[in-house]
């Protein structure tokens, strides 16, 4: 306990916050990247302790959000073949796809499993040796090493019921794409997320820095770390700096997880890839590599067309470009909501909707 009383200190917190008043003296837009600091920032009512001039804007960081409605199509379409049984997280069951969601499809019969890890659906294909187990691989630079390590070890041990749907997305190319197009031109700095930087290092945003000229402060999710992170990024922008500067040490380090990455690039190739929001942005995905092929389920995908159609008013995409805040959309707590929501950010333990729609009722 006294480690994590260490990081919510009710005093050293507001000794920042009055730091970061200090510093800004004008208007200020950061993007928290990671949807895991947009709910840590309601939750814990940081939002109280910043100055008027700060705005803090949610990003392209809640990997389920950025999921599109056509990967979801395909997964539905994959949980109707028969003997077969989808194993995903949590977070994915509700999100709505252009034809249902997930949720759905189990209510009509399809097998729906809810797992913690990507070895949890191994264990199902070991324990249903007659049904063919897909895994929904989704996230970003944290979440691919362990997807990439259960491959290496569904083939060594000969489990051939087991595959994975590959939806994975990679941070940086989806980052650039903002910067260079609607969004991005109105940040000042950029709050970075931890877990993907405890595997990328600190390095990984130095094309942020030097093109854009835009800070970059990596961040750990309590409400102390997250106001230091702040506190760095205001004295980067007062003394009109931008640099890339790490305020989760004990997480972070400039080198990152090497072996994580080697497993990564071992099972993994880049391909282009589809983003709620964004688009097609190339080479922002991870496809399995052709010598991994039985263990992909893009091949035992029925035929079909999976087209991205967004719900008619969903303003999903604008909200994780930093364009739209949830207030903004007409669905936003009427036609969309928790208990039946039109777009993946109100689905989303990471999603704005969510947050805003959990903790900022009283700002909107």
Not at 76 to 100: E, H, M, N, W
Not at 211 to 232: T, W
Not at 292 to 297: E, I, L, N
Request: proline residues 7%; glycine residues 8%; hydrophobic residues 40%.
């Amino acid at each position: 306990m006294k480690y994590v009383d260490e990081f919510r200190d009710p005093e050293a917190i507001k000794a920042m916050s009055a730091k970061l008043a200090s510093l800004i003296d004008r208007p200020t837009r950061v993007m928290e990247v990671c949807g895991t600091h947009t709910m840590s920032i309601f939750r814990n009512g940081l939002r109280s302790l910043f100055p008027p001039e700060l705005t803090m804007v949610s990003g392209p960081g809640c990997p389920v959000c950025v999921t599109s409605s056509g990967e979801i199509d395909r997964l539905i379409a994959i949980s109707t073949l028969p003997d077969t049984r989808i194993a995903i997280f949590g977070d994915l069951f509700r999100v709505p796809g252009s034809k249902g969601s997930l949720a759905l499809a189990a209510s009509r019969g399809a097998k729906v499993d809810i797992v913690y890890s990507p070895a949890d659906a191994l264990d199902i294909a070991l324990k249903h040796p007659d049904k063919h187990i897909v895994f929904a691989g989704i996230g970003f630079e944290t979440t691919t090493p362990s997807v990439a390590a259960t491959i290496l070890a569904a083939r060594a041990r000969e489990i051939k019921n087991f595959r994975v749907l590959s939806l994975h997305k990679t941070m940086m190319p989806a980052l650039l794409a903002l910067f260079q197009g609607d969004g991005g031109e109105n940040m000042d700095a950029l709050l970075c997320p931890g877990h993907v930087s405890a595997i990328t290092g600190t390095d990984f945003y130095r094309p942020i820095t030097e093109i854009f000229n835009i800070p970059c402060v990596i961040g750990g999710f309590e409400p102390a770390d997250i106001m230091a992170a702040l506190v760095m990024t205001a004295k980067q922008l007062k003394e009109k700096r931008a640099d890339v500067e790490n305020a989760y040490p004990r997480a972070v380090t400039t080198s990152g997880n090497p072996r994580a990455r080697l497993v990564t690039e071992q099972v993994f190739r880049t391909t282009d890839a589809e983003w709620r929001g964004l688009g097609k942005i190339r080479n922002s995905g991870l496809a399995i590599r052709e010598e991994f092929r039985d263990f992909d389920a893009l091949f035992i995908t029925p035929p079909g067309k999976y087209e991205n159609l967004d719900p008619p008013g969903c303003r999903c995409g604008e909200i994780l470009r930093g364009v739209a805040t949830p207030d903004e959309c007409p669905l936003f707590g009427k036609a969309c909501a928790p208990e039946k929501p039109a777009g993946p950010c109100m689905v989303s333990g990471e999603g704005t909707c969510a947050a805003y729609y959990r903790y900022g009722m009283e700002k909107l």
